[in-house]
């Protein structure tokens, strides 16, 4: 009995031993069930992540091959317009090129025709003072003859005064003289008619007297041929 009862407690711990373990393990499986749980709910998670993971890389890559198309479509258009930027580069090189060397002949043009201009300038500056010599030359002689001219004016006008009033004189001296032969006419023909009268009568009242005056009308009648022959003469 005692042997009986020693060997039932040995089985009793067992027992309880197993009721532990087994408790344990129930509670380990409960745990392990509700990691299990959790792990479903995690991988139905994950897997809804993945299906949402795998849309988003589908659109990713869609979109990726989009950006790849545009990039390969850009990349081709750079090219282009770098070819085309090229070719007005090149353009315009030429274009510069050719501008430089038209300014370059444009400056060697305006420095010939300023070197020309300078030279023609020079030239001009000794034609304007020969001429200004010579027209000082030509004003002084001008001067001079201007001054011969006044005198030779002034030499011929005193001559002319000269010569008018010398010819004022001789009209006073012709109307003279046309008075004394007015005179001398009358007189002569006074003479001519005593002479017809001592023709036809045959003699003379006063034979002396009409010999002076026959002797003082010859002197008259010779004075006026004189002074015709001095008037006559001027």
């Known amino acids: 009995m005692a042997d009986t009862g020693g060997a039932a407690r040995p ?5 309880e031993v197993l009721v532990q373990e087994v408790a344990l393990l129930a509670a380990k499986l409960r745990q392990l069930e509700n990691e299990a749980e959790v792990l479903r ?16 890389a589908e659109s ?3 979109l990726l091959s989009a950006m790849e198309e545009s990039l390969e479509q850009a990349r081709a258009q750079h090219t282009s ?6 070719g007005i580069f090149r353009e315009l090189e030429a274009q510069l090129a050719l501008a430089r060397a ?7 043009r305006s420095e010939r025709e300023l070197r020309a201009a300078t030279r023609r300038q020079h030239e001009l500056e000794e034609e304007i003072a020969r001429l200004t010599l010579e027209h000082d030359r030509a004003r002084s002689e001008d001067d001079v003859r201007r001054r011969g001219m006044r005198q030779a004016f002034e030499r011929q006008l005193a001559a002319t005064r000269l010569q008018f009033e010398e010819a004022q004189a001789d009209k006073g001296m012709l109307r003279r003289l046309e008075r004394d032969m007015a005179e001398l ?21 006063d034979g002396d007297r009409a010999f002076r005056c026959r002797g003082t009308t010859g002197q008259a009648i010779s004075r006026g041929g004189r002074g015709l022959a001095s008037t006559s003469s001027v």
């Open 185 to 205: 006419r009358e007189i002569s023909a006074s003479m001519l008619q005593m002479d017809a009268r001592v023709t036809f009568d045959g003699f003379l009242p």
């Open 11 to 15: 089985a009793e711990q067992d027992n």
């Open 60 to 62: 990713q890559l869609r």
């Open 102 to 108: 038209e300014r370059e002949e444009l400056q060697s």
């Open 41 to 56: 709910e995690t991988n139905h998670s994950l897997l809804r992540e993945r299906d949402a993971s795998e849309v988003a």
């Open 81 to 86: 317009e770098r070819e085309y930027l090229s």
